[in-house]
């Protein structure tokens, strides 16, 4: 009759892998999978391209948007969120500037919501007393129930050189995440 001698195990051994290594790497194989799918469902990764977002977000940058963010609430003025641009795999990283329902107008850079100035802290200051150089004008559009206006931040480039524009709610991807 043999004898089986049960050895200890190391405590640096149970400490890293446990006392059975097979359940451990399978039980660390599953989270692996589990976080994986998580992340790739709710955050989406981004690089900004271009100078439309800027001062706020610099070309180059790399971000995170949070494809979860509109399940169950719904986008707010000032969000930078994430839109797939029609038959493209290019997302747009813009800002909201007007909700459903409201009325917009631009009138030589200043943006009217419902006929009153909206503040945007996020763009350049006037520099030597000197209002943002560009003067865009865009005559008034009401907005339907499930559309946004859409703008970067950069509005010292020619209009004809910037995207923005109403964008229909069922193209949003996500909410750009706090740095």
Do not use: C
Request: avoid cysteine; charged fraction near 20%; aromatic fraction near 8%.
């Amino acid at each position: 009759m043999s004898q089986f001698i049960d050895t200890p195990v190391p405590w640096w051994q149970v400490m890293a892998i446990g006392r059975n290594p097979r359940t451990t790497l399978v039980r660390l194989a599953i989270t692996l999978v589990l976080v994986f799918v998580g992340f790739r469902m709710s955050i989406q990764p981004i690089r900004v391209q271009g100078i439309s977002m800027q001062p706020t977000y610099r070309d180059g940058q790399r971000r995170f948007l949070n494809k979860l963010a509109y399940r169950f609430a719904t986008p707010q003025r000032r969000d930078v969120i994430g839109i797939q641009e029609a038959g493209k795999q290019v997302l747009l990283l813009k800002r909201v500037i007007a909700l459903p329902g409201e009325r917009l107008r631009i009138v030589q850079g200043t943006v009217l919501i419902n006929g009153e100035p909206l503040e945007e802290p996020y763009l350049l200051p006037p520099t030597n007393g000197v209002q943002n150089p560009a003067r865009w004008n865009i005559e008034e559009v009401r907005l339907q129930e499930d559309e946004l206006y859409v703008i970067g931040d950069n509005r010292s480039m020619r209009q004809g050189d910037h995207y923005f524009g109403i964008v229909n709610e069922n193209r949003i991807v996500g909410r750009l995440m706090n740095p």
